[in-house]
């Protein structure tokens, strides 16, 4: 069999609620049907589905690639964030993702969004990550759609430093506005800046045909009329589930951005223990086992709710026997999962 000509590295799932309608068992199937070794899910600032998705693509024989296209914070102006999708090379990797989507979300929110800012990437690190420039929604393809190419040059840099040797700029084609204009200008930086070019396909449904479904499920989540023309539309029927041969038709022009979707599948090897519960590794006083710690913190929190709940030393006494029975229960529970 020859080598894959594509492997997509964009995909929204249901998971992604607002941007995606594919189920991961769906998404798996055509990636087997379509003879793709690999399959990435990013879902919207989150990583729900990793789990589902991770054991459905290895029992498949498929490469689960795991991100997240997220939302990066714009300083300059807040009400238009810039994207980026950020793609686990390792467990440090993962490890980064999830402190950086936690710290987005315990933020305080800007219109409902969970935004991570550059501070926020350079105190994680990212050296477990590979980005992708997030195409017409980054900040380098707003700069290139501006026409202002000293800007994407030095926002590429940017991004080309901090995330060294793994930083990508993207292009697609999937019907938008403007869309050969950005190709071309982001394959002109690529070339003068010496970075490297991958193409994507940013999937929100299976076929062609659920694109009215799409729409219905945006509206809903957005509060829009499906009939009113005023709703924004930011979405096209061509991006269902492309096979390989299309894509390779797609950007015949630019193979080398089809190898790079390929080659950054082949970077990405981040393999997760599944079945197997980590409790967090808690300080505990000089001499006390994290068993006996717990046993006791959970006696002192049982005897401030009996508290609240029998103020009456008597009542309290009498209602002791089957609070006592599941605390310990429960922490014996606890205990039998395993303490690192």
């Not at 793709?36 to 990583?47: W, Y």
């Not at 086992?289 to 008597?314: C, K």
Request: glycine content about 6%.
């Amino acid at each position: 069999m020859s080598a894959p000509p594509f492997i997509h590295l964009r995909l929204h799932s249901e998971y992604s609620v607002t941007e995606g309608i594919v189920r991961l068992q769906d998404a798996v199937a055509r990636a087997v049907s379509c003879r793709m070794p690999a399959l990435a899910l990013t879902d919207l600032s989150n990583l729900f589905g990793l789990v589902k998705f991770y054991s459905y693509a290895r029992n498949n024989g498929i490469k689960p690639l795991l991100g997240s296209d997220v939302t990066i914070a714009n300083e300059a102006d807040p009400d238009r964030p810039y994207r980026l999708v950020l793609l686990c090379r390792s467990l440090q990797g993962y490890r980064q993702l999830c402190d950086l989507l936690s710290r987005a979300y315990l933020a305080p929110r800007v219109r409902g969004r969970a935004e991570i800012t550059r501070r926020m990437l350079r105190e994680v690190g990212v050296d477990g990550l590979i980005a992708l420039s997030g195409a017409g929604a980054g900040d380098i393809g707003e700069a290139l759609l501006q026409g202002n190419r000293v800007q994407a040059a030095s926002r590429a840099r940017f991004w080309e430093a901090l995330f060294a040797g793994a930083f990508y700029l993207e292009v697609q084609r999937y019907g938008q506005a403007q869309q050969e204009l950005l190709v071309s200008e982001t394959a002109a930086l690529a070339a003068e800046m010496d970075l490297p070019l991958v193409a994507t396909h940013p999937v929100q449904f299976l076929e062609r045909g659920d694109f009215k479904a799409h729409e219905a499920r945006v509206c809903i989540a957005e509060g829009y009329m499906l009939g009113d023309p005023r709703r924004p539309r930011p979405y096209t029927e061509e991006q269902y589930f492309k096979s390989g041969e299309e894509m390779a038709e797609l950007f015949a022009d630019l193979p080398a951005a089809l190898e790079n979707s390929v080659e950054i599948a082949r970077r990405c090897n981040l393999q997760i223990t599944l079945g197997k519960s980590y409790l967090p590794d808690f300080p505990t006083p000089a001499g006390v086992t994290l068993a006996d710690f717990l046993r006791q913190e959970a006696r002192v929190g049982l005897e401030r709710r009996l508290q609240q709940l029998f103020p009456d030393e008597p009542a309290r006494a009498r209602q002791r026997a089957p609070y006592d029975e599941r605390l310990q229960l429960e922490t014996d529970t606890i205990i039998q999962m395993g303490f690192p």
